[in-house]
């Protein structure tokens, strides 16, 4: 891995530290939920004073992890003990941290971000980012190891989640040598990996299946094929009584179609919610991260996401007016 820069910084950060808040990005996915939750378990043990900010309502499939029953609702921060040290992980900005209230007052507090996103900016007093790491479990792993601390099951359960997500099972790019090294560390732990690997990626239920069929029924390519998109909109989640975790991978829908340079979800999963989002994926030379960031948003070459301040008919109409340009560019 490029660079393994600032990890001493962190770990003298979280010795220093007595009372920590730990927070992940707004609709936490398998990485930022299982890492800050490994991180969060460590430190406990550690005997500091440890605040993890998340809705369990919120995660979806990773919610099979143990160890979740210790979650702050994101509403207390505001009147909770003010953190020493507030840490960020796999959160690419400021304004993707999941705590409202730590989102508006980031400049109050000592913040240490440990993130992979190669759209981060270092917004952090430290910061600890490896741009091609596989997965910010991965750099929490590292800071364990290289700290010494005892990793026990149900922290190595919460690594794993964090890195077979977003690695899809040890597939993608960003699977490196030490990815598959802190796998094996993480096996003689004695994660439960096939229980684990079965729960979060075969089994589901049913009006999930029900809402991926509809996502499946939505599924057209633009531009020859070069481009392939699913949408739902509120209705539809409405429809199934299913949430935003639920639809967590289906842009591998439109990604599995052969031939596709980019892949994307668009969605808005509740009435009340004013903007479309964009789950975006990338294959084969095409960066998902920079035409992510025509629309404020960020991420990696190959995965990005967006939101756009409109209903999904709109979204797509200005995502495609767009692309036009965009594909004939790169
Ligand atoms: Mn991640």
Not at 19 to 37: E, M, Q, T
Not at 107 to 117: E, P
Not at 206 to 221: C, D, F, K, P, V
Not at 304 to 320: K, L, P, Q, W, Y
């Amino acid at each position: 891995m490029a660079e393994m820069r600032g990890i001493d910084a962190a770990i003298s950060e979280l010795d220093r530290a007595r009372r920590i808040a730990v927070v992940a990005h707004k609709g936490p996915d398998g990485d930022a939920i299982g890492s800050s939750l490994a991180l969060a378990l460590m430190l406990r043990s550690l005997g500091k004073e440890v605040r993890h900010y998340a809705r369990l309502e919120d995660i979806g499939a990773p919610r099979v992890m143990d160890g979740l029953d210790s979650l702050s609702r994101p509403e207390a921060a505001a009147t909770d003990p003010a953190p020493d040290l507030l840490v960020c992980l796999d959160c690419a900005t400021v304004e993707r941290i999941l705590v409202p209230y730590f989102r508006d007052n980031f400049a109050k507090f000592r913040s240490l971000v440990i993130d992979h996103h190669e759209s981060n900016p270092r917004y952090g007093d430290v910061n600890f980012v490896v741009d091609d790491a596989s997965s910010t479990g991965e750099l929490v792993w590292m800071i364990a190891k290289r700290a010494g601390w005892k990793m026990d099951r149900m922290v190595a359960e919460a690594l794993w989640v964090a890195i077979v997500t977003d690695t899809g099972r040890f597939s993608y790019g960003a699977t490196h040598p030490s990815t598959l090294e802190c796998g094996a560390d993480l096996l003689r732990r004695g994660v439960r990996h096939e229980y684990l690997n079965d729960q979060i990626f075969s089994k589901e239920a049913l009006n999930t299946a029900l809402l991926r069929a509809r996502a499946y029924s939505t599924l057209e390519t633009w531009f020859d094929g070069a481009v392939a998109v699913i949408r739902l909109d509120a209705g539809d989640y409405e429809e199934f009584g299913c949430r935003k975790a639920d639809s967590e991978e289906f842009v591998n829908i439109p990604r599995s179609v052969r031939g596709v340079k980019l892949a994307i979800f668009f969605y808005r999963s509740a009435s009340e919610e004013k903007c479309t989002h964009l789950s975006i994926r990338a294959c084969g030379g095409v960066d998902a991260c920079a035409f992510a960031s025509l629309f404020g948003g960020g991420g990696h070459r190959a995965a990005s996401g967006a939101t756009i301040d409109c209903g999904v008919d709109e979204a797509i109409a200005r995502v495609r007016a767009t692309l036009e340009n965009f594909l004939s560019t790169t």
